[in-house]
């Protein structure tokens, strides 16, 4: 439904900016997270199991890190190559869109990993509310009211809001995730 909103809000040059770099935030964001949030769902069940809490801790904490500092790297390296390249192969109007979606990849990223370990203790909500329902409607309200405002609304301005709305759901998951664990693993 989101997609669709932001097709009409934003005509179909915008739109098709916004979905060209949206693809990659996926992509990488996707990659950045080396498989850790499939792993993680077998290895918190295995490690509970087992009784073995120093391991669960430190895949918890560690696997965040890892996540955190892969995605950082390849965002970076993103940004690094599309600067290095910028007047070769892509239209100006696309480097701003696209910088601020590579500024995404990492709590995109930590999202997708946290999901994982929500997912991997059974709390439905947590794993997927945040992704899936809160940043699309902090997303949406966010462009409503810029709407309001009579601002246009251009692959950037929707990007801006991308990167608000996932960072505001990231860093409301990774409260109530870390909260939720204290009370799991001793």
Request: hydrophobic share 50%; charged share 15%.
């Amino acid at each position: 439904v989101s997609q669709v909103i932001l097709a009409r809000w934003m005509g179909e040059h915008d739109y098709g900016l916004y979905a060209y770099v949206w693809t990659w935030l996926l992509l990488l964001g996707g990659l950045a997270s080396l498989g850790l949030p499939t792993a993680i769902q077998r290895l918190v069940p295995e490690y509970t199991e087992r009784g073995d809490f120093d391991r669960l801790r430190g895949v918890l904490r560690e696997g965040s890190l890892l996540t955190l500092g892969t995605s950082i790297l390849t965002a970076g390296s993103a940004c690094a190559l599309l600067w290095l390249s910028e007047d070769s192969f892509l239209d100006s109007e696309y480097h701003w869109p696209l910088y601020l979606a590579l500024v995404c990849v990492p709590v995109y990223a930590l999202l997708e990993y946290q999901e994982g370990i929500a997912r991997s203790y059974h709390w439905a909500n947590l794993a997927f509310a945040p992704p899936y329902l809160y940043r699309p409607l902090i997303l949406l309200a966010g462009l409503a009211c810029l709407a309001l405002l009579g601002i246009t609304m251009s692959a950037t301005v929707v990007m801006w809001v991308t990167l608000a709305s996932i960072v505001v759901a990231g860093i409301g998951q990774t409260v109530v995730l870390w909260r939720k664990l204290r009370n799991v693993v001793p």
